[in-house]
């Protein structure tokens, strides 16, 4: 059986383009943005920056590989034909673990959030109705998940852009708030560019990767979308321009309208920003988009997950009820086994409320690493398969390989050894690596006696 048998071509190109900008856009700057601010100071922008260059090769290099072969099994397919099926094997159980962990992250985001409305309403309860809602909507059907997906990208978009025309008015006419004058010099006060060090900088690049993950979305929607070939290299030309002006146009004008100590962990900065201005109706309508932009995660997460473990079923890879499809068109088998971890992961945030989000997303950050390397390591094969005249290489290319991909996956590199000299939170994700790897290593091991035998995997 083909992965992308039994699928329907329901997204269009206007879902599609969104589909693109919302996975751009994510918790990660409208939540994590205000701590980072914190720790790392204006020079935060610096890290956004490289992240983002990365970000945008990494895309590239999708983009070639989905001209090559549009696919909804993405890169667990791509690294299957050019790395070998165990890479296709570690590359999907990694990419489950980040939208595994990611999810967690998302609903710990939307139960703070609510909270401030409603401070006494129980946090899982939100957490668990959110989880409902989402989950609901990618049983239904593609379409549903796509228009819902359009909308959700739009109030993420217009929420951006009325922040940045605000922020770009402020600073151009010096305007008085929060106690200060916003302006260029607010970069430099308060200790100066770099407050606490350039090492804080670089160990706010996980949570930075973090904030880009999903941008990789577009490339597993390619098997579900009309004229992939003409909408796909469209999308992904969009990412550089959206990353400087959303990412890292939006760090530096925080930097600039506040100074880098108004900012903190438990408020988005985008709403201290506004209830600074003395609008609380402004800053309530900011909660409200944050809160969207984490059901737009959330809703993502269910998507691809459910796409990616069907991939793998049909190859004996994850247990067979992940490979079943509905009437609807639904691979309801793996989203709800990724609904079930979101569960377990509202239990963890009833435990340790305080820590349960950036443990989260720190443990994310290892797929995302793990989902970007294998983009890069298949391109690169791709491109030598291409030089010894195997396959034709798409026009679309990635540009400066191999230099950009081989200087990326170093970058990637890095971020991962950075890890465990960061806070306590990102050792916990760093230590659990040892554990997936092990974890990875078992299943394969299974998988191949299993085969040997005949037996499927969830016997």
Not at 103 to 127: K, Q
């Amino acid at each position: 059986m083909k992965t992308d048998e039994g699928y329907v071509h329901a997204l269009g190109n206007r879902q599609v383009q969104m589909i693109a900008i919302g996975g751009a856009i994510g918790v990660g700057l409208f939540l994590g943005a205000g701590g980072r601010l914190q720790a790392a100071g204006p020079a935060l922008v610096l890290s956004y920056a490289a992240c983002g260059l990365v970000a945008f090769f990494v895309m590239r290099a999708l983009g070639e590989l989905v001209l090559y072969k549009p696919s909804s099994g993405s890169f667990v397919e791509y690294a299957g034909d050019f790395l070998g099926p165990w890479a296709a094997f570690a590359s999907g159980w990694m990419y489950w673990v980040n939208w595994a962990f990611t999810g967690i992250a998302e609903l710990t985001a939307i139960s703070t959030y609510v909270g401030l409305w409603a401070p006494h309403f129980p946090r899982w309860l939100t957490a668990l109705i959110a989880l409902a809602s989402v989950l609901v909507v990618n049983l239904l059907s593609v379409r549903l998940f796509g228009e819902l997906e359009f909308w959700f990208a739009m109030l993420k978009v217009l929420a951006i852009c009325a922040f940045l025309v605000v922020g770009l008015a402020l600073v151009a006419f010096g305007t008085s708030l929060g106690g200060g004058t916003a302006g260029l010099g607010n970069l430099v006060a308060h200790k100066g560019f770099f407050p606490n060090g350039f090492p804080v900088v670089l160990m706010s690049m996980q949570s930075v990767i973090f904030a880009y993950s999903a941008i990789e979305l577009v490339g597993i929607a390619a098997g579900e979308t009309k004229n992939a070939r003409q909408v796909i290299p469209r999308a992904i030309n969009g990412v550089i321009w959206r990353i400087a002006i959303f990412y890292v146009g939006s760090v530096l004008l925080l930097a600039m309208v506040l100074p880098w100590t108004a900012y903190g962990p438990g408020q988005s900065p985008f709403v201290t920003v506004f209830a600074a201005l003395g609008a609380p109706w402004a800053a309530d309508v900011m909660n409200l988009i944050v809160i969207t932009a984490a059901l737009s995660s959330c809703n993502s997460g269910l998507y691809s997950t459910g796409r990616i473990l069907r991939a793998m079923a049909v190859k004996g890879e994850a247990p067979a009820f992940a490979g079943r499809i509905g009437s609807r068109h639904v691979p309801y088998g793996g989203i709800l086994i990724t609904a079930s971890v979101f569960v377990a992961g509202v239990v963890l945030y009833y435990f340790v409320p305080e820590r349960a989000f950036n443990i989260a997303t720190a443990v994310a950050s290892l797929g995302v690493v793990t989902t970007w390397g294998t983009l890069l390591l298949c391109q690169i094969r791709l491109r030598e398969a291409a030089g010894k005249g195997l396959l034709v290489r798409p026009s679309f290319r990635m540009p400066g390989a191999p230099y950009t991909g081989w200087g990326s996956l170093a970058f990637l590199g890095l971020v991962v050894l950075l890890m465990p000299f960061a806070d306590a939170d990102q050792r916990v994700a760093f230590f659990c690596v040892p554990l997936l790897v092990a974890g990875i290593a078992a299943g394969w091991r299974i998988v191949g006696s299993r085969r040997s035998t005949g037996t499927p995997l969830d016997q």
